[in-house]
């Protein structure tokens, strides 16, 4: 395909999850399905100017004084792939697939500037009703934050200490030109390219396959370390999920002590099983969603790890369509799942244990003051202080602005080169 065609299939492509209401990635699968003709150069390119059009699709929308498809990626083509107008004007003209041409009035929108008295919440590149939120959590910064959320994330993968070192999983994808992360002392990454550029394919590699390393954000990977585990620990995993983290916290105990994987969403738990295999983690004992499951671990843990059900804000970068789907009503929802679950997290520990809170949201209303409302209800526990936190797991002073006003650690893509995370670790009083 020619970029007249990848333009208007992109167009295609956000028509369909504006009127049928689905998530991009369920419309990007459907239209590669009914265009087999589409190779996977086609397809990452379209798929680049979908998720580019709703990183910043406040922005752009703005900017054409129209919010329609077609107006988002020609905004994208020309504002962010830096192609010029009248060269795209004249492809189109020679392509029956491609879009109208760019109108005059168009073409002098999409090369001009942002007006400078644009609202704050479109130069973030957010919902309006979130401007609070985010200005509470990071001050004057709020609209930096917005802005790094609204790029494009990079392919991290956590070396598994089990099976390897770095240094193997650099050799073994060097064809990708990978390079070491630059706070997860296990990390690698593989910063996004620009315009049509594919994110490289590494689950087919042999390192891979052998579990030399899992696909996994820095910032999960850093949340992973910040818990604290260590060989021998008595650790419970209560939201495990497909077993991310689940995987870094056996590493970090080389296999020795015990992890408990609980998940109550049995399809969610259903991939950890293969990954546990590939991954020779020995020391995680998965616990099926049933009735009495975690009984027995009441009052015995170690850590209980609480990777919550959260909004999913952290992660806008590589889910923008969840940016403008979001709404109070579902951060209430997810504030009262959150709270439950540290209620309930907290029956497991032993005297001295230690509850570690992480969400990948942003937002303070799950973070900071999530973790405020438990310490009220819970005076025998405390916060375990973030600077000291980090000197252990990192060996160096925390990165500035990542501690929060209650005690808390918060990653970011500006702060960090990370997708959007929080952790807490707070630690019952030993009586």
Known sequence: MRLPGRLSAAIAVLTDVETRKRPVSEALKAWGIANRFAGAGDRAAIGNLVYDALRRRASHAALMADDSPRALVLAVAVRDWAMDPAALNESFAADDHAPTPLSAEEIARVTGPLPENAPAHIRADLPEWLAPSLERAFGDNWIAEGQAMAGRPSLDLRTNALKAQRDRVLKSLDRFHPQPTPIAPLGVTMPAGPGDARTPNVTTDEGYLKGWFEVQDQGSQIVAALAGATPGDQVLD????????????????????????????????????????????????????????????????????????????????????????????????????????????????????????????????????????????????????AGALWQSAFGSAAPSGTITAGGGIALTPRLTGTDGFYCALLQRIAS
């Open 238 to 385: 209560l939201c495990a999920g497909a077993g991310g983290k689940t995987l870094a916290l056996a590493a970090a105990m080389s296999n020795k002590g015990q992890i408990f994987a609980y998940d109550s969403d049995r399809s969610r738990l259903a991939p950890i099983y293969d990954r546990l295999k590939r991954n020779g983690a020995r020391n995680v004992q998965v616990r099926a969603p049933l009735p009495g499951a975690l009984d027995d671990l009441v009052g015995k843990m170690d850590r209980v790890v609480i990777d919550a059900p959260c909004t999913g804000t952290g992660t806008w970068r590589r889910r923008p369509d969840t940016k403008w789907k979001l709404s109070p009503e579902l951060l209430a929802q997810r504030v009262a799942e959150q709270a439950a679950i540290l209620e309930a997290g907290q029956l497991y520990l032993k005297p001295g244990g230690t509850l570690v809170y992480i969400t990948c949201s942003i937002l303070p209303e799950e973070n900071d003051d999530q973790v405020a409302a438990f310490l009220a209800a819970h005076p025998g526990f405390a916060v375990v202080e």
